[in-house]
């Protein structure tokens, strides 16, 4: 008997002084002023970093090199409340190129107050397989998502 291995979500939020259009168009259409130069899975230096705004649009990179590399799908497009877009990347850092085998991101952006609630949550980590913990580990670390999304705000503001 095959034993599925659930790991749990991943989830951070972080609240902006922005409404929640101008919190999703940041995210969205602002991604590449925001994105960390450093977090890219591309063999040369990446020079930006995109989401086309629609279902089924790419999550991209494009590098140095001339060469773009898919590191995710747009699976939901609800400006100005959700979006939720795979994740595939391998557990080594890798395109994993089966949408089938890519864990899930969801952005909810939630009115508060004179702001906006940010809630993150990255899930189905177990369809990388062995590496699934490992890469929930690494996205939940303190340089993982929750201080992605405080450049985020910091972009934002």
Request: hydrophobic share 40%; net charge neutral; glycine share 10%.
């Amino acid at each position: 008997m095959t034993q599925t291995l659930t790991v749990p979500p991943v989830r951070t939020s972080v609240v902006v002084q922005a409404t929640p259009a101008r919190a999703f168009e940041v995210f969205t259409a602002g991604f590449d002023r925001w994105w960390p130069r450093t977090h890219h899975i591309g063999k040369t230096d990446m020079k930006a970093s995109l989401v086309e705004p629609r279902v089924g649009g790419r999550c991209y990179s494009t590098h140095m090199d001339g060469s773009e590399v898919t590191w995710g799908t747009v699976l939901a497009w609800e400006p100005p409340s959700r979006l939720v877009l795979s994740w595939q990347i391998t557990p080594t850092y890798q395109c994993e190129p089966n949408p089938a085998k890519a864990s899930e991101v969801e952005i909810r952006f939630v009115a508060e107050g004179s702001g906006t609630r940010v809630e993150l949550e990255h899930r189905h980590f177990e369809r990388h397989g062995e590496g699934g913990a490992a890469m929930a580990a690494s996205v939940g670390a303190p340089n993982g998502w929750t201080g992605i999304l405080g450049l985020f705000a910091k972009a934002v503001a």
